[in-house]
């Protein structure tokens, strides 16, 4: 009786909120959005700055003890509930509700780094022009520092010449795209072409996810496809050029004394959770929108293995061309590398200026990382939108209302965002991105994902949920990761990054005024004190409406409409009504 009502409790929640018209769609998604631009701009760095082919030891045992465990957990409980990452926790476990609000605030942060996609549009345009306008010093925004990228070879530079220089890249980045200002507290006038840019980025994320996955699903054949296209074309293209193989050689020389270093440990563990999409909630979302019994056991492990094999390959491709930069300026590697913006809209430009047809090598470029940026930012959005959704399912699920709320909040953010298109937008970009989603917040979400799950939910329940789902019982290493590991490994990274903190400054050299660093934290606080605030109002709602002591708060780890837990905390004689185990409560 109880499995026919949850198969049809599951069958109005699918006509009432959709599902992936193929399994291949729901794939491309998740691999849009797992595979993004941390793959290429940072991934890279973290290998080349921590010892190589070193480097790939704890990455790889992160992977295994925490991406791949954490995925397959994720993506499980979205599965199960067919719920957004907020509503999904009254399922499982009410207390943990602050979770789901947590991933909400995080979220809303995350939103911001649509300004990359508009960086990127922006270099687009520019890229077909005749001469490429970060190649010379003939353009009105440079100064008499400025050094030609047309002029540099190994013969006329040096060391000398490029420190006392600013190379025509840097200043197109700096003083025609960005606009620099003094700090943030001048964020000066909305710079009206970046603006257009934003803009066209919101009108195509809202045209991908309009109509929910039945839009996103369709684009995504597009957007997550494309970048592996352009990624081979320039992995042969960097191959071949001369000093490609001193690049590689810096990417991957091993250098095993790192590993003694804690902090190689810790970044190996950070970039796990930054490229799997871990603890953002994201993964919960998508998988909701799978059928019941989708095998979401393999899903995990071929996506992560995808993942990862992109973020090594990703390392060919920016290396060999920062070997052909050393070669030509005459310098080592380790002068021109590195993370970020900076190597995606300076170092990689200033190569494909000096190659043959540059203006086709810079076009795949961006085309590359505009499509890597658009697919994980509307999987954001839409995972936003339906985790609200489902939350107020009566008010958002009538027949023209998810279009009318895709729009406002697109409309929305898209006038908040126009800040980071100002002068200062820069400082502000790098508050939200150095606070809003940090190792500080991922890991205390994972630790707190973890105990709510596998010992207040019980670890052995979810191996039997997946196994009824998929038909394949996870190993036992996956519950001995769920309950011990991950908590252990996430608490110690959590408490490392307090110690290790240290104040945000942009390039080495800009110190922020103290109410930014205070608004800093209150942002990077933001996600995480929704946990505690809502478990302690649970617990105070429960004791005065239910009038129980202690011992029946038990009942809050559960999710509540678990007949058989229920007669256990809460007496036989007050179990009216047999619930439905997949029963929605609050």
């Known amino acids: 009786m109880n499995r026919q009502r949850r198969k049809e409790d599951r069958q109005r929640r699918t006509e009432d909120r959709g599902q992936w018209a193929s399994k291949t769609e729901y794939l491309l998604v998740v691999a849009g959005n797992v595979v993004g631009l941390g793959n290429v701009w940072r991934f890279p760095y973290l290998c080349y700055k921590n010892g190589g082919g070193a480097f790939l030891v704890p990455y790889g045992l992160f992977a295994l003890l925490f991406g791949v465990p954490l995925f397959l957990l994720e993506t499980a409980i979205g599965q ?42 922006f270099y687009l345009v520019f890229s077909f022009s005749s001469q490429l306008p970060w190649a010379s010093c003939e353009n009105t925004w440079n100064t008499d520092d400025c050094l030609s990228l047309l002029n540099l070879d190994s013969n006329s530079t040096n060391a000398t010449v490029l420190k006392n220089a600013t190379s025509a890249a840097i200043e197109f980045w700096e003083r025609r795209v960005l606009g620099m200002s003094g700090g943030i507290e001048e ?8 603006a257009l840019c934003l803009l066209a980025c919101w009108v195509f994320c809202y045209f991908s996810i309009w109509k929910s996955v039945r839009s996103s699903g369709k684009v995504a054949y597009v957007t997550a496809t494309f970048p592996y296209a352009m990624l081979l074309i320039l992995l042969i293209r960097g191959a071949t050029l001369p000093g490609a193989q001193d690049g590689i050689y810096y990417y991957l020389y091993p250098d095993l004394n790192r590993l003694a270093n804690v902090k190689v440990w810790i970044e190996a563990g ?23 019994n989708n095998n979401c056991y393999k899903d995990c492990f071929w996506i992560s293995l995808l993942n990862s094999g992109t973020s090594f390959v ?20 380790d002068t021109v590398v590195q993370s970020g913006p900076g190597l995606a809209f300076i170092a990689y430009p200033q190569a494909t200026a000096l190659m043959p047809l540059p203006q086709f090598w810079t076009v795949c470029f961006f085309l590359m990382l ?24 009566k008010l958002f699920r009538k027949t023209g209302r998810h279009e009318i709320f895709v729009f406002i909040i697109c409309l929305v953010f898209f006038i908040l965002h126009l800040m980071l298109v100002t002068d200062g937008g820069i400082y502000i970009f790098q508050l939200f991105d150095y606070y809003g989603v940090t190792r500080f917040c991922q890991y205390f979400m994972a630790l707190c994902e973890c105990l709510a ?12 949920i997946i196994e ?17 590991v991950i908590p252990l490994l996430s608490l110690i990274s959590f408490i490392l990054y ?18 930014a660093y205070a608004l800093g934290w209150a942002i990077m606080l933001s996600s995480v004190v929704m946990v505690p605030l809502w478990a302690a109002g649970k617990i105070l709602v429960t004791v005065r409406t239910a009038k129980v002591n202690t011992r029946h708060l038990s009942v809050l780890c559960r999710p509540a409409a678990d007949p058989a837990l229920q007669r256990k905390n809460m007496g036989e004689e007050e179990m009216s009504v047999e619930l439905a185990p997949s029963a929605v409560t609050t």
């Open 80 to 121: 199960y509930t067919q719920e957004g990452f907020v509503t999904c926790w009254t399922k499982l476990c009410p207390l943990a509700q602050g979770v789901g609000y947590g991933h909400i605030m995080i979220k809303m942060f995350d939103l911001s780094f649509i300004i990359i996609q508009a960086w990127a549009l």
């Open 187 to 194: 964020l000066g006038r909305v710079k009206w072409e970046l």
């Open 270 to 292: 950070s970039q796990i959770m930054f490229s799997y999409s871990l603890t953002a909630g994201s993964l919960t979302v998508l998988g909701s929108y799978n059928d019941y």
């Open 314 to 333: 990703a390392g060919f491709v920016i290396f060999s061309v920062l070997g052909f930069m050393a070669h030509l300026q005459g310098v080592s590697v």
């Open 370 to 393: 505009l499509f890597l940026s658009a697919d994980t930012h509307f999987v954001t959005v839409e995972c936003l939108i339906t985790s609200i959704m489902d939350l107020f399912p």
């Open 453 to 464: 799950l596998s010992w207040g939910f019980g670890a052995d329940r979810v191996i039997d």
């Open 468 to 484: 009824d789902m998929t038909g394949h019982r996870p190993n036992v290493y996956f519950k001995l990761c769920w309950k011990y």
């Open 498 to 515: 307090l110690v290790e903190y240290q104040h945000l400054k942009f390039n080495d050299w800009y110190v922020y005024p103290d109410w």
